[in-house]
């Protein structure tokens, strides 16, 4: 039989981990049993909008050998996506300009974190013939964050996602999920978010109802991403010029202020993307979009909530002829009601923009203030 070192081999994952590209490892148990009434009163809130898969499978949830029959640790990795050069502010000041969120500009994490887990996996097999694991990244019912935190990774903010004392949370988790008795890690020590509270003032439709609680029915990203159908109007002028996400809580975090940007080459921003006019990319044919998104996350929201989404931004824009010229045209073109409802609505808005004289202010508050902490943070690190 197999004699394992399993202090020695938990060293050496971590070390091969490193090697993968991972940023940080850590071991975790099983037991996540802590955070179920906290998963029960948010969605008995209906926090989770239309994302019905959080009420199913509430079981694998809180039990996660039941993933993987056998499991007794959970290996927690994160890697950092954040872009080499990003230029936050000058996106987000542009009204013209689409703001796509960071971690969509480059390749599909899914299937880059998926490669590199398997991996690792195989790497802890050929020095463990009994291994049987299974490699997860958002792509099935984990307490992501809950178990990155109990692996000691990162601790859980205010906005609820990962943060490092050090690195901030630009970054992806996944999860190796094994059935060897690996020895554990510790929670880290740290002072958290203190009195802090940026991320919930300047969440641009208050989506962070309380700390650590997020009202995903408000929330930029659901809306963008996850949600079907119309847009509510209440939060279509707050949303700006974000056409897939948002990252104003992370953008505002203290934590964030040094973090490190990422070494993945898959992870640069596609030129197609990155600063791209919102005029440009409505102009797309859905070849072009599925073109230009093969290999990116945001090819899962499909060509109509791409156009939804930046019908929006356009009637957010400044007063253009050019946008009005393109809503006609997709008026004309489409028969499908959500779209008709949304293009409308923003050939309303340009429409009342069309006298230099009753121009609004095409940035909120919110924003604005956004725009200028980032200038004064890439100033001081200059």
């Avoid at 601790?155 to 060897?180: A, M, R, Y």
Wanted: with cysteine.
């Amino acid at each position: 039989m197999q004699s394992i070192d399993y202090v020695q081999l938990a060293n050496n994952i971590k070390a091969w981990a490193k090697s993968l590209g991972f940023q940080g490892i850590g071991i975790a148990d099983i037991d996540v049993s802590q955070h179920e009434q906290a998963l029960k009163n948010w969605l008995e809130n209906d926090y989770h909008g239309s994302m019905s898969f959080f009420e199913r499978n509430m079981d694998k949830r809180l039990s996660p050998d039941l993933l993987l029959p056998g499991t007794l640790r959970i290996i927690s990795v994160r890697m950092n996506y954040l872009p080499k050069k990003p230029d936050f502010a000058k996106d987000l000041g542009d009204p013209n300009t689409a703001y796509i969120s960071r971690y969509a500009l480059g390749r599909d994490y899914h299937k880059v974190m998926r490669k590199r887990l398997k991996q690792l996996a195989e790497k802890i097999k050929f020095y463990c013939e009994n291994l049987n694991y299974r490699p997860f990244v958002d792509s099935a019912p984990v307490l992501e964050h809950a178990v990155a935190e109990k692996a000691g990774i990162g601790w859980t903010g205010k906005h609820t996602l990962t943060i490092d004392d050090k690195d901030g949370s630009w970054f992806f988790l996944g999860e190796l999920f094994v059935n060897i008795p690996l020895p554990v890690d510790s929670p880290i020590e740290t002072k958290g978010c203190g009195s802090c509270t940026a991320c919930i003032s300047i969440c641009p439709t208050d989506a962070i109802v309380a700390p650590y609680q997020i009202d995903a029915k408000r929330c930029i990203s659901y809306l963008t991403i996850e949600h079907d159908g119309p847009i509510d109007e209440q939060f279509r002028e707050a949303m700006g010029n974000r056409i897939y996400g948002c990252d104003d809580c992370q953008l505002v975090c203290p934590y964030n202020r040094y973090a490190p940007y990422t070494e993945e080459d898959d992870f640069t921003p596609r030129s197609a993307l990155e600063g791209a006019s919102l005029i440009e990319l409505f102009s797309w044919t859905e070849a072009q979009f599925l073109k230009e998104t093969e290999g990116s996350p945001i090819r899962r929201i499909g060509y109509k909530k791409w156009l939804r989404n930046l019908s929006v931004a356009l009637g957010n824009a400044p007063y253009s002829e050019k946008i009005i010229s393109l809503l006609l045209k997709r008026l004309d073109e489409t028969d499908d009601a959500t779209l008709t409802e949304h293009f409308a609505w923003a050939l309303s808005r340009q429409k009342k923009k069309q006298s230099p004289s009753i121009q609004p202010n095409l940035l909120t508050r919110q924003q604005a203030r956004l725009v200028r902490i980032i200038k004064k943070a890439n100033n001081a690190n200059a």
